[in-house]
């Protein structure tokens, strides 16, 4: 007991630093929302920024959001202890909070025909579920996406929570709107990724909607195939929600979209 | 010569506050790029954050960035001071510099047919021309907008260039890429807009492209049927910049997309 005292007084102390380093006050991340995962905070962001043709790396993540850059292998060398604070010093979580929070108000406003016909898109990766464990062991993005370790990460089935969006997805539960899990992921991941959503706390999703095996198909036109056929099955996609643009571009892209925000990796 | 000195010393030191504040080194915004516009720098960033619901100032801009935050009229008043030290203390600048680096990287690796065909698209507002001058004096976008004092300060034709859209701007025409101007001010503004541009130094472009007078038409359908008209008459977009989302959205969209920053004002 006394040393599990200790441990939360001394991660007090770690997250305080980090959001003196990200210049946040600690009552902006102290917030009582869960910790995704605890990890020492990283407190540097990316040295080495003086060099001609380099940007800071809060300006690459800004090229990065906005869909400007584009197909990029792995996060800059330079950006590693950048990423690594965004993502565990509660700037992730509060950027996941605005899009949300934006994304209940939204949906908050929709007028409902109460048919049951309106659906919600929603991505699994860094959306439902944050493989934020992952990538904290393997560079937050910095080493090249290895195939097997990963793939062995997804079947562990383990992966916690992204809690902004699971806010959101019950509260579309909640106004009678259907959730739609469409994941880039392929079909022999099918049981561990059900199993992972219903571990944390996802249930009462219309489908579960995965990438065919053998398929050899862009995210984009997978994605946006999957809801041609939602929409020409009748229903009507008021939403979609994910941190790739390829996520959500592509007709059709549903009433609106809502970026979350993934510095760690890009999906072509 | 000895006050003029001294008025450089003093935007210096300036400067060097403004980067502490931002977290950023001062070696990173002193480096050569010509200043917009200089006015005292803002040092606090959004303050009452603590509130339910609220996010912080950064995490709104994050939201308005990736267009999850739509239809917006006005900054939020909390955020007045945060948006000023953005836009004047570095950071804007830093941004626009990646989206500009980007966008010649990718054009330099362009398979051009050398027919003079490709084009690009550059939007006037917040991406050849910078209206910080006006918006500095008018709470940074938390003033709702005037359609009669901008409108007179779009007819002095005195906006400042935005620097890295110029450098992307020659780069193009050094490669054989022809600018295309094509912007929401409507065809009353033509003259002074045909002479801020050319005062800013940008000449040479294909077509200068407005709005019709009297015709009630959103910015995105305006845009692309422009862009379409183009396609139509065998001009190949090969990009296409601009610092709103209603810029870029919209088919033809061009062969990349380039999004500047602009926490400022929301345009539909």
Redesign the interface.
């Known amino acids: 007991m006394a040393k599990k005292h200790l441990a939360a007084v001394v991660l007090a102390i770690l997250l305080a630093l980090a959001a003196g380093?990200?210049?946040?006050?600690a009552?902006?991340i102290d917030?009582g929302m869960p910790l995704i995962h605890m990890l020492r905070p990283l407190l540097h962001?990316g040295g080495d920024?003086?060099r001609r043709?380099r940007?800071?790396c809060?300006?690459?993540r800004?090229?990065v959001?906005?869909?400007?850059?584009?197909d990029w292998d792995t996060v800059p060398a330079r950006c590693e202890k950048y990423v690594g604070n965004y993502m565990l010093g509660g700037?992730y979580r509060?950027?996941s909070?605005?899009?949300a929070?934006?994304?209940i108000a939204y949906a908050e406003g929709l007028n409902l025909t109460g048919q049951g016909k309106e659906v919600w898109v929603f991505d699994v990766d860094e959306t439902t579920l944050s493989n934020l464990p992952y990538y904290a062991k393997h560079g937050f993005g910095v080493e090249p996406y290895n195939w097997s370790t990963f793939g062995a990460y997804v079947k562990e089935a383990n992966a916690p929570v992204l809690p902004e969006t699971q806010r959101l997805y019950k509260r579309l539960q909640a106004l009678g709107i259907k959730p739609v899990i469409l994941t880039g992921r392929r079909e022999d991941k099918r049981e561990a990724t059900a199993n992972n959503l219903a571990a944390a706390g996802y249930t009462g999703y219309l489908k579960l909607l995965l990438k065919p095996q053998n398929v050899k198909v862009s995210s984009i036109e997978f994605k946006s195939g999957e809801r041609k056929k939602l929409q020409d099955a009748g229903y009507v996609i008021v939403g979609n929600i994910g941190d790739q643009w390829t996520d959500l571009l592509g007709e059709p892209e549903g009433g609106?979209?809502?970026?979350l925000?993934d510095p760690m990796y890009y999906i072509g």
Chains 1, 2 share one sequence.
């Open positions: 380093a990200t210049g946040m006050r009552s902006e917030d962001s920024l003086g043709g940007v800071p809060d300006s690459w800004f090229a959001e906005t869909n400007t850059l584009r700037h509060s950027d909070r605005a899009v929070n934006e994304a609106r979209t809502f970026k925000p």
